[in-house]
Structure formats: structure tokens, C-alpha cells
């Protein structure tokens, strides 16, 4: 039983280049979120996705776009990667949204920025 | 806006001991806590929640936690800590009565518990 697969697990970008994040579930969750996480400062929503066919913005969606490419799989762009994006990017699902599921996550995917 | 505090970096404590995570947190409405353990190099795992009923919540691996309204907290406890407790803990927040679906997560606290 997988859960939630990410990949690549590592990255270096140059400053300018674009890379897609891939997550896929298979747990069969409605809901899917890209979390970015930073020393210090926790977890932050970048995208979440309800369901199938619907995205919205997190608390930090400048520099990034989603896209549920069914209800298996929610990927995270960069299309013009910068420094500040250096981070640990967790994906994670949930079976009926946030409020009273958990959530499962990914091992995550660490990005360096150069 | 809805937001959580974990006000200790690290929490130190012996093996064998009592250990308490600390999580204050603000909503406008009635809050869904949950709490969080990273190993290192791993992925989140849930604990436990609190959605409505009992103050007292038990998790896994024979954790608690204690949702307190009046003081706006939801504290991370042990009876016993063991040193593989030792890990990363994060405590989150959901406002049920708005319509955002998210959670918001605190800074995080280490816990290292020595032999």
C-alpha cells in the first residue's frame, strides 16, 4: 500500500529553470494539497484541490500552478524557479477534505534553487 | 484568520519522564486540532484529533492531548517518554465554522528525549 508518492525526492534548479512536482494518491481521496515547508516557520499551503476539477490558493501561491490531473494526481509547477523556492514540498490527501480527516502525506521532495 | 502557536523550539526531557508539546491556537469559530510527529527525512503522520465530545483525546503510540476552550489550548502529552518519541511535532488548526478548507500548521517542536 503506497499512499502518497512523490517524485523527484531531490532536485537542483539554476535560478530561471522550470520543473513539475509529481504526487499521486491511491487511497482513493477526493482532496489533495501541496504544503511547503521551511525551518522555522512549519508548514504552508501553497494549492489544495478539493476534488477533481477544482484548485484553489493557498496562504502562498506566488511562483507556483497546479493542476488535478485526475483524482489520483495533483502536480506543482515552477515555471520560473527562484532562490525562495529552495524548500521541502509535501503533498498530501485527504478522504473527505480537512475539516475531519487527516491527512496522509508524502515523504516530500526537497528543492534546491541555485 | 486562524493561526496556531507552538511557543517552544525544542523540549527536552528524560527517558522514563512525563512530556508535554505545548499549542495555543485562534480561530473566529470552533476549532478542529489535530497534532502532527515528522521523523527525520519522512513525511508528516497523524496522531490525533479533536473534532467536538471528550477534552481528552488519545492517539497513537500512547500519546494525548488535552483540548482546553477557555485557555485556547491543545497540549501534546506523554505519561511515560521514550527515546524513540524523539522526532519533530507539529500541531494544526481548522476553523469548522468558516468555509475554508484548510489546515494551518504551528512552527513545530523537537523533542529529544535522553537515555
Known amino acids: 500500500n503506497a499512499g502518497v508518492t512523490q517524485t523527484p525526492k531531490f532536485q537542483v534548479l539554476k535560478t530561471g529553470q522550470s520543473m513539475t512536482l509529481q504526487c499521486a494518491q491511491d487511497?482513493?481521496?477526493?482532496?489533495m494539497y501541496w504544503y511547503r515547508q521551511d525551518p522555522g516557520m512549519g508548514l504552508r499551503l501553497i494549492y489544495y484541490?478539493?476534488?477533481?476539477?477544482?484548485?484553489d490558493k493557498g496562504e502562498v501561491p506566488n511562483g507556483y500552478n497546479v493542476s488535478r490531473l485526475n483524482k489520483r494526481e495533483f502536480s506543482l509547477r515552477l515555471e520560473s524557479a527562484a532562490p525562495s523556492q529552495t524548500s521541502v514540498y509535501f503533498c498530501?490527501?485527504?478522504?473527505?477534505?480537512f475539516g475531519t480527516g487527516e491527512l496522509f502525506f508524502g515523504e516530500g521532495s526537497r528543492l534546491t534553487v541555485l | 484568520a486562524q493561526s496556531v502557536a507552538q511557543p517552544e523550539d525544542q523540549v527536552n526531557v528524560a527517558e522514563g519522564n512525563p512530556l508535554t508539546v505545548k499549542c495555543t491556537y485562534s480561530v473566529s469559530g470552533n476549532p478542529y486540532l489535530f497534532w502532527y510527529v515528522q521523523y527525520p527525512n519522512r513525511g508528516l503522520q497523524f496522531l490525533l484529533k479533536y473534532i467536538t465530545g471528550d477534552n481528552l483525546v488519545k492517539g497513537s503510540y500512547g500519546f494525548e492531548a488535552e483540548f482546553n476552550k477557555s485557555q485556547t489550548s491543545f497540549h501534546l502529552k506523554k505519561p511515560s517518554a521514550l527515546v524513540s518519541d524523539s522526532a519533530l511535532y507539529f500541531c494544526?488548526?481548522?476553523?469548522?465554522?468558516?468555509?475554508?478548507?484548510?489546515?494551518?500548521f504551528g512552527s513545530g517542536t523537537r523533542l529529544q528525549v535522553q537515555p
Open positions: 487511497m482513493n481521496h477526493n482532496s
Open positions: 498530501a490527501s485527504s478522504g473527505r477534505g
Open positions: 494544526a488548526v481548522r476553523d469548522m465554522d468558516t468555509g475554508r478548507r484548510a489546515l494551518t
Open positions: 484541490s478539493a476534488s477533481e476539477g477544482t484548485t
